[in-house]
């Protein structure tokens, strides 16, 4: 699941952590069959690009695969939790960014929030989970939200496709009014 592994050993417990470099935008960390996946962009209150949702999209799918790995926890380091997509690499970035028409056929931009997993997802949600974020954030099959969290969709015209979408994918865990 993770490329560069430390391994620390503290009485019983071994945990194994991705060792976060400048570059690393998702890091994992495993605590026997608890795995916690994180963005890691706070400068961008963590945004996600392209690379990040490719990497996002990996370590759910090993999780899904790992057969020692029961649960799942989906947060944010730095404060948020996801802001969305990169607008700024989307405004920049010269080649168009590729949307399948058929959702069930491909990865969405924001990475994992297509898959069905089969284990327990929990999306641990601090300041901004909006746009996307707020995407990542339904995947979850339980979200533990702080009181001072922000969710929601800002631009108005996707407010009524979010609704629909919504009400077809989640009808149990969501309501906007």
């Known amino acids: 699941m993770c490329s560069n592994i430390k391994t620390t050993t503290g009485g019983s417990r071994t945990i194994y952590v991705q060792v976060a470099s400048a570059r690393q935008n998702v890091v994992s960390e495993r605590h026997r069959s608890v795995v916690a996946v994180a963005i890691n962009r706070p400068q961008v209150r963590n945004a996600?690009?392209?690379?990040?949702?490719?990497?996002?999209?990996?370590e759910l799918k090993a999780f899904h695969s790992d057969d020692q790995l029961s649960v799942a926890v989906l947060h944010g380091k730095g404060g948020n939790f996801c802001a969305g997509?990169?607008?700024?690499?989307l405004a920049n970035h010269t080649a168009a960014l590729k949307l399948e028409q058929d959702v069930t056929k491909?990865?969405?931009p924001m990475g994992p929030s297509r898959l069905q997993l089969s284990k327990p997802l929990i999306a641990?949600?601090?300041?901004?989970?909006?746009?996307g974020g707020l995407e990542l954030a339904l995947l979850a099959d339980?979200?533990?939200?702080e009181e001072s969290a922000?969710?929601?969709v800002f631009c108005?015209?996707?407010v009524y496709l979010f609704?629909?979408?919504?009400s077809a994918y989640y009808t149990d865990s969501c309501t906007l009014s």
């Open 150 to 152: 922000i969710m929601g």
């Open 163 to 166: 609704k629909v979408l919504c």
């Open 106 to 108: 491909s990865p969405g």
């Open 48 to 58: 996600v690009d392209r690379e990040t949702a490719r990497r996002l999209l990996e």
């Open 124 to 131: 641990a949600v601090s300041g901004y989970a909006v746009a």
């Open 85 to 89: 997509y990169d607008l700024k690499e």
């Open 156 to 158: 108005r015209r996707f």
């Open 142 to 145: 339980l979200r533990v939200v």
